[in-house]
């Protein structure tokens, strides 16, 4: 009998020790589009978010801890993303939450803050970078306002006429599309840009020609397009069909690989706007990237969730250097990261308090021969009066 | 102790009750119990999804009163919802309390709904849901460039609703407060059925001449139909702006009033307790589906993707299996199932 009571004993004990030790995995919770209009980029972005973190528990954790990353499908509404979010902060008491598309993100701002758990997305609209309305929002990429700003300071830089740029805007009518528009207009009459129309060509859009005509006449330099790709594509397509002669610079979403696809000649000279780098891009962290994906081309949103685990994982570990991790010390420590680096994948990420703004740096690239080729990387100053617009 | 045999009645007040047998009187406030310990006894996440679900219940049983019992064809009822939720936010940004802002919301759907509802004297069938549709475009274009007052493409940020000092900041504060507003809502369509207004509406769903030469003020009753059930929708988004404590146009787009129609077509048009079905049916389809795939991918890790990619597919093959084998809907299954067992085993 004594014998039998000693092993439960000791059982009960190995028992009451592992338990705490199974746990010390870190919960992460992913909010990703994987189906519904925002697919096509949010699996890649899934599978990076996925991949980062296979990769980090792969060599040695997080701080010797592994990261169990619970990925949920939220096809773009914001109904799903909450009763699914609610499921993370409640059921699950996940650390943290890697989100995505503008519309659940939104949904959340105020229940992240309240649960105290920091999600970082892949919606780069600018108010969500204002710490004072979103203080548990985060995100590694420059806001849409931002990128759009240095592209126009790269153009401008590398101005040679005499006479002013002239400037031409398409973009949805879509919450998206219109985000940057305000700044846009604002900093291009700033730096001396003559804007000399804006047309709206819709997200679904099958034929753009109308719009085209009435910028072909007024003959701009430059070209801002917002959007996604297939809508990118039929601009490119119409406007080539058309011939007109204009530099396209594209936002984030609107020009990626599958854009080569979809626009084939037509995307030609065209200028996207990235904040990661393509796939097989000389930088450190590429090395990663090859090793988990097995030498597979994965597109620059893949390598965008990557580096987004990365920066998460990174405030984890200086978290837990300092004492226990929860989602109000992660986004403390998130606070107080400056110039981190994710190996060169995206430019230097800092937060600080009350501005959430990753860097004000952009990766442009231009289309070569069907390929995004790294054409330069524009900063701009940290400005104080852009936060939030 | 000897029960009646049936049930007959001597007067027509006792036949237009609502719940006519002691038993069904005994269900019913078994079930309200059952709702009101609801935070008890479930998690937190079913509760957030009975919340949603009550939400659903309100715009599902407005666009009933519309669709399913008036006849006439609404796709503008996502943007309906989105003037009342713009209508109470707006309100509650500018210190009008809760329940004012809300109503204030609704009314503020109802005008929306009146003058997008005048062309239904002229329009019948699919020239009103057309009509209907350039309403919805029409008001989405409004939430996303009055950008003074909506905020734009940024939406508005709001606090968790205040009633006379109770903050309803937990989701067990703001189901009861939902359970009450979804409650009162269903009482309402229920009781303007039964009332001369209510027997109009469906004279002029079943054939508008016979209901005008019958006496109906068709263009007035067709605007009443369209205010009284914008104001409930704009009820709906009022709680539903306050619940996420964010609005934005993209919350009240087409797929918000594909899913209102989905829902009364699931749950039985015409029918209050179908809304009721409908709602919730549609609320936890993706909610199962997700179930199902997370049980599934514990033994197939790829499965989830697949899933993921047919949940679109489910949804549009669950409504055209509805129109094919049950096109009265849950309401009508709910009936069959009631009269089999009033008769059990006796069945003849």
Redesign the interface.
């Known amino acids: 009998m004594r014998t039998v009571m000693k092993t439960f004993l000791t059982l009960a004990l190995c028992l009451a020790l592992a338990a705490p030790a199974l746990a010390e995995t870190i919960k992460i919770g992913g909010l990703i589009d994987?189906?519904?209009p925002t697919s096509a980029v949010g699996?890649p972005y899934a599978e990076g978010l996925r991949a980062a973190a296979e990769y980090i528990n792969a060599h040695g954790g997080v701080s010797g801890r592994q990261i169990e990353f619970l990925l949920?499908?939220t096809?773009y509404?914001?109904?799903?993303g909450?009763?699914?979010y609610?499921?993370f902060?409640?059921?699950d008491k996940v650390v943290a939450v890697q989100g995505f598309g503008?519309?659940v993100t939104?949904?959340l701002?105020?229940?992240v803050a309240?649960d105290e758990i920091p999600n970082f997305s892949a919606s780069y609209?600018a108010?969500l970078t204002d710490a004072a309305?979103a203080p548990y929002n985060f995100v590694i990429a420059a806001d849409y306002s931002t990128q759009a700003r240095a592209a126009l300071k790269y153009f401008k830089d590398n101005w040679k006429e005499s006479r002013a740029p002239r400037l031409a805007l398409l973009y949805p009518?879509?919450?998206?599309g219109?985000?940057p528009i305000p700044a846009i207009k604002a900093y291009a009459k700033e730096l001396g840009f003559e804007l000399v129309g804006e047309e709206n060509v819709d997200l679904k859009a099958i034929d753009a020609t109308t719009q085209l005509l009435a910028l072909k006449g007024k003959n701009p330099d430059y070209t801002w397009i917002g959007g996604t790709t297939p809508s990118t594509a039929v601009i490119m397509k119409d406007a080539k069909k058309l011939g007109m002669k204009t530099t396209f610079f594209v936002d984030i979403w609107g020009a990626d690989e599958s854009l080569v696809q979809l626009a084939g000649d037509a995307a030609e000279g065209a200028v996207s706007l990235q904040a990661a780098a393509v796939y097989g891009q000389d930088v450190p962290g590429m090395k990663a990237i090859l090793e988990q994906t097995k030498n597979q081309p994965q597109m620059t949103h893949f390598i965008r969730g990557f580096a987004s685990m990365m920066v998460m994982v990174e405030g984890m570990r200086q978290t837990l250097a300092k004492g226990p991790l929860t989602g109000k010390t992660l986004k403390e420590t998130l606070e107080t990261l400056r110039d981190y680096d994710p190996q060169g994948l995206t430019p230097k990420i800092s937060f600080l308090p009350g501005d959430h703004r990753p860097n004000m740096s952009v990766f442009l690239y231009k289309i070569q021969n069907g390929k995004l080729t790294f054409l330069s990387a524009q900063t701009l100053e940290r400005k104080a009066e852009w936060l939030g617009l | 102790m000897h029960g009646k045999c049936g049930l007959f009645f001597s007067s027509y007040a006792a036949e237009a009750r609502f719940f006519q047998s002691g038993f069904q009187r005994t269900c019913l406030g078994l079930f309200v119990l059952l709702l009101v310990a609801a935070p008890l006894l479930v998690g937190p996440y079913l509760l957030s999804v009975l919340n949603i679900i009550c939400i659903a219940v309100i715009g599902a049983v407005s666009l009933n009163l519309l669709t399913g019992v008036c006849g006439q064809i609404s796709l503008g009822h996502g943007a309906f919802m989105g003037v009342g939720a713009y209508g109470a936010a707006i309100c509650t940004l500018r210190g009008v309390p809760f329940p004012l802002a809300l109503l204030a919301g609704g009314a503020a759907a109802s005008l929306a709904g009146m003058v997008f509802g005048v062309p239904s004297l002229r329009l019948k069938g699919i020239y009103l849901a057309i009509a209907t549709l350039a309403a919805q475009l029409i008001l989405e274009y409004v939430f996303l460039h009055a950008g003074g007052i909506t905020g734009g493409s940024n939406g508005l940020l709001l606090d968790p609703p205040t009633i006379f000092g109770f903050s309803c900041n937990t989701d067990a504060r703001m189901f009861y407060l939902l359970l009450v507003c979804a409650a009162l809502s269903l009482l309402v369509v229920a009781n303007l059925l039964r009332t001369r207004h209510g027997r109009a509406f469906v004279a002029i769903r079943d054939f508008h001449l016979s209901a005008e030469i019958a006496g109906v003020n068709l263009f007035a009753y067709k605007l009443m139909a369209f205010g009284v059930s914008a104001f409930l929708a704009g009820v709906a988004g009022g709680l539903w702006a306050h619940y996420t404590q964010f609005v934005s146009p993209e919350q009240f787009g087409i797929s918000q009033s594909i899913s209102c129609l989905a829902m009364i077509i699931i749950g039985g048009l015409g029918s209050v307790l179908g809304s009721v079905f409908g709602a919730v049916f549609l609320t936890l389809l993706p909610e199962g589906l997700n179930l199902v795939a997370g049980t599934l991918s514990a033994w197939f890790p790829d499965i989830s993707a697949q899933l993921v990619a047919l949940r679109e597919g489910v949804f549009g093959l669950t409504l055209v299996l509805f129109l094919i084998f049950e096109p009265e809907g849950l309401a009508h299954r709910w009936k069959l199932v009631r009269a089999y067992w009033k008769l059990y085993p006796f069945a003849h």
Do not use: I, M
């Open positions: 994987l189906s519904g699996r949920q499908d096809a509404n914001p109904q799903q909450l009763a699914l609610k499921k902060a409640t059921v503008t519309a939104e949904a701002v105020r229940f309240q609209s108010h309305k009518n879509a919450p998206y219109l985000a």
